[in-house]
């Protein structure tokens, strides 16, 4: 099992105070990260303040750092650690100028980046970045998205015309260093289950109850190989959220306390039982959620991708990451 960390580029109001993140904390997790052992780090991508941030939060502007930037950041003060973003919201980045930032910053990293993508929480988010866009299907604009990167990454001279997008003999270069690039899709619905199996070499929802999860790794492995690729070729990599307690009530009353919370409810339309977020995240004493890794690796996941460590201030989320990262990390 691969343990990940997500950096803070897009959390606060979300699960932080704001403010919560300065500049210099991203290299201070970063390091950190890289000396207890974990895989890699990884950023979220949010434009502007979600409606019911606002709300909670009148008067006061969540800081939003662009996380390839970040990424780029970390690259140069690290040299083992990989880094990713979790997610990039594809529709609302023009295919040819990601591939070339993506390109660029897994030359610079010496083959460390890895680019996660997805359709975005919060269309109004989408919608205040483009509202001429408000005919658009995400859904659709993230298909054709995923399609132009698998050329541009691969050939060298390409052409694509689609709905939304379209350029023409494009030459791209440099490529990425890896081969083939590791391109992560998000999301847990069945599309993105489908665009995974076709285009990504991870797949990387939220957390879902555990039968959810079997079932859609096993459909998963299934339209994997039926799509003609080996059917372990995509990284079962779901992100969750920890919190550590020297029990389990505490561990669930801090998470139950923290701003992670509220951020749940605004992503109901999602489908996910609230009741579960307890059970299906890594929430309790550190052998309760050992046993949960357990289980994970039982039904086929490879990875607990991006981690989210809900906190109130940086040197809480500090202590949760090497709490998990000297205790929990090891055993697996």
Known sequence: MKFSICLPTGFEGLMHPIPFAEPEVFLRLARLCESLGYDSVWGNDHITTQHYV???????????????????HVAAATSRLRLGTAVTVLPMHEPVYLAKQVATLDQLSGGRFMLGVGVGAYREEFLAWNGKLAHARRGDMMDEGLAALARLFVEPRCSFTGEYYAFSDIELAPKPRQTPFPLYVGGHNLPAVERAARHG????????????????????KERTAALGRDADAVEVAPQM??????????????????????????LAYTGRDLGQQTVANLVGSPDVVL??????????????????????????AVEQIEWFGKLVQPLH
Not at 298 to 305: S, T
């Open 54 to 72: 606002r709300a909670l939060y009148p008067g006061q502007v969540p800081r939003y750092y662009e996380p390839i930037i970040v990424m780029a």
């Open 201 to 220: 070499q991870g797949w990387l929802p939220g957390w879902r109850p555990l039968g959810e999860m079997q079932e859609r790794i096993r459909l998963l």
């Open 241 to 266: 959220s920890v919190t550590l307690g020297k029990t389990q009530e505490a561990a669930e009353q801090r998470y139950m306390q923290s701003g992670l919370v509220a951020h749940r409810k605004s």
């Open 291 to 316: 046993q949960k890794i357990d289980r994970l690796a039982a039904i086929g996941i490879d990875h607990c991708c991006a981690l989210m460590f809900p906190a109130d201030s940086v040197s809480e």
